[in-house]
């Protein structure tokens, strides 16, 4: 009797199954049907920083197990907290990641100056990450994280959605037809920021809000005040937090170029910017906390093989490029955008890659287009993550990719701070020109932070 009372729950199951097998087949549509994925095959996905962004990023990842959240203002993320009530919830990314065994993966959406400590933290950890962009902060942070992808051999990918789009491939093959000829000029711009910039430090010091825990909002930065200038929103513009209007949407739209012409290391940056601040209608001095008001940024890439080398400039703050002889009149530049200079013609394409036409409409009716070469995501940005999680080909905006354009993008950063061209040697993320200004290469952190 004791034998027969000691029989496992797999045993148990299996003697089930195999008597069931003998008279039936269950069909698979009351397992659950041909799209069903069981528990079992679901990834357990953990969310940080989820008040913003984050909240879009799980919502996209919502057919996995949402196991564990985490955000250090209770309030500003309240709401989202609520709609995965199975998930644990957590005020510290580092405490979720020793507590809770069963994650798997990661979602960061957390301000810029956070995202490379947690990730690192998650990677070392063997977790898989998905990162919002701009990928890190610094050029240092951005080549370490790709370097950890590859040691610790996680899926990564960061959040510049855009890099999904059809539009981004579409690009890529009418250049590489000859649409327009040999590339040597581009023009990026965007309408942001929509948050203040060009400004100076707040004077005065609030209370801190009891839903937020502001000595982990601040993290690797240096200790200051807490004031609703950083926090929860507008810390973009603030260089100790983000990266300015040109971190917001480079990393959308310079990925266009970055991608399509096969750029890499700039072989040089320089920026032009508003030095001066206004407070109270008077000319302050250089506001050197925040990034300027509006900036256009030049950088120049070499040759890539038999592709020549590239002039890409930057605009922001609503500065615009040149309007094209070739735009018919009455049609208006996008307010964010991309336009290619080649040889043999003009293309243009709106903020993520989308619709990319060439110019004028007379010639794009006329171009045969391609087949199409490049194969196409057919999922989500997230679930194109998700799916190398699983064990897939690797996700479009790996770190691979994304790691050296992210550097591209803040080394525009570099330039603004600066103040001078600086010449860059990108294999050894160093500025061999002016030296004071690799100390914005790889800035350090406060005590009790590191990667």
């Known amino acids: 009797m004791a034998n027969k009372n000691n029989i496992n729950r797999r045993q148990f199951m299996g003697g089930v199954a195999g008597a069931a097998a003998a008279f039936t087949i269950v069909p698979r549509h009351v397992l659950g049907g041909a799209g069903y994925t069981p528990p079992s095959e679901k990834l357990n996905i953990a969310g940080v920083g989820i008040g913003g962004m984050g909240k879009n990023n799980l919502k996209k990842c919502e057919g996995e197990n949402i196991v564990a959240l985490c955000d250090v203002d209770e309030e500003y993320a309240g709401k989202i907290f609520d709609l995965y009530p199975g998930a644990k919830k957590y005020t510290d990314y580092r405490k979720m990641l020793k507590k809770q065994k069963d994650i798997e993966a990661v979602i960061i959406a957390t301000p810029d100056h956070t995202h490379a400590v947690i990730a690192m933290t998650a990677m070392k950890m063997g977790?898989?990450?998905?990162?919002?962009?701009?990928?890190?902060?610094?050029?240092?942070?951005?080549?370490k994280l790709t370097e950890a992808a590859r040691k610790y051999k996680v899926a990564t990918q960061m959040g510049n959605q855009g890099h999904s789009d059809d539009g981004m491939r579409m690009v890529t093959e009418w250049l590489d037809d000859g649409a327009i000829g040999p590339v040597r000029e581009v023009h990026c711009w965007t309408n942001r920021p929509l948050w203040p910039q060009g400004i100076g430090r707040p004077k005065d010091t609030p209370p801190v809000p009891?839903?937020?825990?502001?000595?982990?909002?601040?993290?690797p930065m240096p200790e200051r005040p807490y004031h609703p200038a950083y926090a929860p929103w507008v810390w973009r513009g603030w260089w100790d937090f983000g990266c300015g209007a040109l971190g917001d949407m480079g990393c959308h739209i310079m990925d266009i170029p970055?991608?399509?012409?096969?750029?890499?290391?700039?072989?040089?940056?320089?920026?032009?910017?508003?030095?001066v601040y206004l407070e109270k209608g008077k000319v302050k001095e250089t506001a050197a906390e925040t990034a300027p008001v509006a900036s256009i940024v030049r950088y120049k890439f070499p040759a890539r093989g038999k592709m020549p080398a590239v002039n890409l400039t930057w605009y922001d703050g609503c500065l615009m490029p040149p309007r094209p002889e070739e735009l018919e009149e009455g049609r208006r530049l996008p307010k964010s955008g991309t336009i290619f200079i080649g040889d043999k013609g003009k293309l243009m394409c709106e903020t993520?890659?989308?619709?990319?036409?060439?110019?004028?409409?007379?010639k794009m009716q006329a171009y045969k287009r391609p087949p199409e070469r490049i194969p196409r995501i057919d999922v989500s940005h997230e679930e194109d993550w998700v799916r190398a999680c699983k064990g897939g080909k690797a996700a479009c905006s790996n770190f691979e990719y994304a790691g050296p354009l992210t550097e591209t993008v803040v080394m525009g950063n570099l330039a603004i701070r600066a103040g001078e061209k600086l010449y860059w040697d990108g294999p050894n993320m160093t500025v061999t020109n002016v030296p004071a200004a690799n100390e914005y290469v790889r800035p350090g952190y406060r005590q009790g932070w590191s990667l």
């Open 127 to 143: 977790k898989h990450v998905y990162v919002q962009k701009p990928m890190t902060r610094t050029v240092y942070e951005a080549r």
């Open 258 to 275: 970055f991608y399509a012409l096969k750029l890499k290391y700039p072989s040089s940056v320089e920026a032009s910017c508003p030095t």
């Open 210 to 219: 009891p839903t937020l825990d502001w000595e982990l909002w601040i993290g």
């Open 352 to 362: 993520y890659g989308g619709s990319p036409r060439l110019i004028p409409e007379t």
